[in-house]
T-cell receptor, first 114, second 111 residues
Framework: KAGVTQTPRYLIKTRGQQVTLSCSPISGHRSVSWYQQTPGQGLQFLFEYFSETQRNKGNFPGRFSGRQFSNSRSEMNVSTLELGDSALYLC?????????????FGAGSRLTVL | GQNIDQPTEMTATEGAIVQINCTYQ??????LFWYQQHAGEAPTFLSYNVLDGLEEKGRFSSFLSRSKGYSYLLLKELQMKDSASYLC????????????FGTGTRLLVSP
């Protein structure tokens, strides 16, 4: 069973550019969430999707957005990149939307903003 | 507010036992998770506690006290491969994926 797949794994952008990151959840998982990981802040919740609907959003500016497709794949977009957006962006999937179902994380997309 | 505290770094010797503590103050509580993350890799699930008490899973055990807002992860018979970051996370609301994470405890296991 394939895990959570994130692409690209590494990317470098400059300030002001925008970036789109992709996440393919485990087959059969309908719930996808995104986290930003930085050394000082740890993992911080960005948003979660279930059946193409955003169910929850973290405390990030509107430059951060996302969506989920009918096949449960998800993308997140960051516009007008800032230096502080340099981070590891992690996607996680879960089978259902309730209970103790465990989040399974992908290896992440490491974004460097110059 | 949401706050999760855990030590930044710990060191231990191969074969020893180490306890990583986590205290939390969150707006709600619907379970506490421990994840392990090796450098450059994805966090992987270790344990889940939603009721008070000890959950044992091989060399790893996790304890929860909801009244004290406290959990610990106990690692026995430490191995070099246990050198990693250990992340404590709380799910404030049932039915949602949002987890509130601590900044993680980096464990260094020496020979």
């Amino acid at each position: 069973k394939a895990g959570v797949t994130q692409t690209p794994r590494y990317l470098i952008k400059t300030r002001g550019q925008q970036v789109t990151l992709s996440c393919s959840p485990i087959s059969g998982h309908r719930s996808v969430s995104w986290y930003q990981q930085t050394p000082g802040q740890g993992l911080q919740f960005l948003f979660e999707y279930f059946s193409e609907t955003q169910r929850n959003k973290g405390n990030f500016p509107g430059r951060f957005s996302g969506r989920q497709f009918s096949n449960s794949r998800s993308e997140m977009n960051v516009s007008t990149l800032e230096l502080g957006d340099s981070a590891l962006y992690l996607c996680a999937s879960r089978q259902g939307n309730s209970g103790a179902n465990v989040l399974t994380f992908g290896a992440g997309s490491r974004l460097t903003v110059l | 507010g949401q706050n999760i505290d855990q030590p930044t770094e710990m060191t231990a010797t191969e074969g020893a036992i180490v306890q990583i503590n986590c205290t939390y103050q969150t707006s709600g509580f619907n379970g506490l998770f421990w994840y392990q993350q090796h450098a450059g890799e994805a966090p992987t699930f270790l344990s889940y506690n939603v009721l008070d008490g000890l959950e044992e899973k091989g060399r790893f055990s996790s304890f929860l006290s909801r009244s004290k807002g406290y959990s610990y992860l106990l690692l026995k018979e430490l191995q070099m491969k246990d050198s990693a970051s250990y992340l404590c996370a709380v799910r404030p609301r049932a039915g949602f994926q949002k987890l509130v994470f601590g900044t993680g405890t980096r464990l260094l296991v020496s020979p």
